[in-house]
Every structure is written in structure tokens, then in C-alpha cells.
T-cell receptor
Framework: SQQGEEDPQALSIQEGENATMNCSYK?????LQWYRQNSGRGLVHLIL?????REKHSGRLRVTLDTSKKSSSLLITASRAADTASYFC??????????FGKGTSLLVTP | GAVVSQHPSWVICKSGTSVKIECRSL??????MFWYRQFPKQSLMLMAT?????????EQGVEKDKFLINHASLTLSTLTVTSAHPEDSSFYIC???????????FGPGTRLTVL
């Protein structure tokens, strides 16, 4: 069942600006992952944060996790036109199956 | 490493025919594979989980006789859409994982269009 909810649904920014996307979920999790999907393509795994972690960095990506609020955020710093894509959070609670959120569509204009 | 392929990348078929989609883990042995479908501008919905050598576990609302899943080896899972209808048109994505991995590796997806 789908339990992640991202907001905003759509985000439009200019190159160089930061993009922040939020994800909320409903049940306890083992970890939360963020994926990127370019239009009509497969998913690219961006970052995984475990339930006992609060913040994680990978290049221009910064992910936070607040298990008390059941929420996570993805920050992309110094955005580029190539970052234009849909971003999904996905939670794993047991058995490896992932529950995906509805996604945030990010448009970065030059 | 951890590459997953899907074949075909797109397929167009007539209503009533069956279509088989393959998902392969190219450089690792996948103990578990997952099948998702994605409608335009929507999220991925898990259809079923398959473990090598055993029957797939289907999510609620997914017809197992409609979507046949076979996970015959540690590197191959197939999804057969039987008697396809236009409402089955969608983007089908598989993923694979191992017992030691903490993430899934996704295939590039298959675009199915049923006329």
C-alpha cells in the first residue's frame, strides 16, 4: 500500500537555487529512500537513510529524517537543469517491499 | 555493478493477446524481485513480490491469473500480462535485490500499450 506523501507535488526553480521536497509517511519504517525518475525512464536510487539516522549527505543532496514526525526532506543544493525529474520517497518496513509516495515533479530552468 | 535490465523496453499489442516482460539481474543473483506498475504522472504501485523458486506474492487487488509471474532463476523473472486490454496499458518496472542488500535495483521499465 502506498504510504508516502510528498509535497510539493510540483516545484519550479531556477538554476543555482536550492530545491526542498518533503515526504510524510504513516507507519514505522526500517529505512526511507529517495529516488529520481526522468520522464518515461526507470528509477535511479539517490540516497537511503535508516530509521536510526537523522541526516545524511551525498554530494549536493541532503536528506533528513524525523521519525517522531514521520517525515523526511530532500534538499538539492545549487540545482542544475539536469536535476529536472520526478523525485519519489519510498519507505521500507519489512520484507524489502517499498512503498512509494506520489512524487514531486521538479523543473529547473536555466 | 547491480544492473537490472528489462526486455522489451516497449511493446504494442492487440487487445486479447498476451505479453511477456523479462527482468534480468545482469551482474548479481537476485533472491527477490518485485514488479511495479506506474500510470502516467502517478507513483509506482507494487504488484507482486517474487522469490526464486517459489510462487509470487501478489498485492491486494492484483489478479494473479491476469499477471503471471515466474521467477525461475536467480537472475530472471518474467511478468506475463494475459489477455491484455487497453486498461492494462502502463509502465511496468521491475526491481531486484539480494538478502544482503539494503536497497532495490530498478530496471529501466517496459512501456506496454494495448490497442
Amino acid at each position: 500500500s502506498q504510504q508516502g506523501e510528498e509535497d510539493p507535488q510540483a516545484l519550479s526553480i531556477q538554476e543555482g537555487e536550492n530545491a526542498t521536497m518533503n515526504c510524510s509517511y504513516k507507519t514505522s519504517i526500517n529505512n526511507l529512500q529517495w529516488y529520481r525518475q526522468n520522464s518515461g525512464r526507470g528509477l535511479v536510487h539517490l540516497i537511503l537513510i535508516r530509521s536510526n539516522e537523522r541526516e545524511k549527505h551525498s554530494g549536493r543532496l541532503r536528506v533528513t529524517l524525523d521519525t517522531s514526525k514521520k517525515s523526511s526532506s530532500l534538499l538539492i543544493t545549487a540545482s542544475r537543469a539536469a536535476d529536472t525529474a520526478s523525485y519519489f520517497c519510498a519507505t521500507e518496513n519489512s520484507g524489502y517491499a517499498l512503498n512509494f509516495g506520489k512524487g514531486t515533479s521538479l523543473l529547473v530552468t536555466p | 555493478g547491480a544492473v537490472v535490465s528489462q526486455h522489451p523496453s516497449w511493446v504494442i499489442c492487440k487487445s486479447g493477446t498476451s505479453v511477456k516482460i523479462e527482468c534480468r539481474s545482469l551482474d548479481f543473483q537476485a533472491t527477490t524481485m518485485f514488479w511495479y506498475r506506474q500510470f502516467p504522472k502517478q507513483s509506482l504501485m507494487l504488484m507482486a513480490t517474487s522469490n526464486e523458486g517459489s510462487k509470487a506474492t501478489y498485492e491486494q487487488g492484483v489478479e494473479k491469473d491476469k499477471f503471471l509471474i515466474n521467477h525461475a532463476s536467480l537472475t530472471l523473472s518474467t511478468l506475463t500480462v494475459t489477455s491484455a486490454h487497453p486498461e492494462d496499458s502502463s509502465f511496468y518496472i521491475c526491481s531486484a535485490t539480494t538478502s544482503s542488500a539494503d536497497t532495490q535495483y530498478f530496471g529501466p521499465g517496459t512501456r506496454l500499450t494495448v490497442l
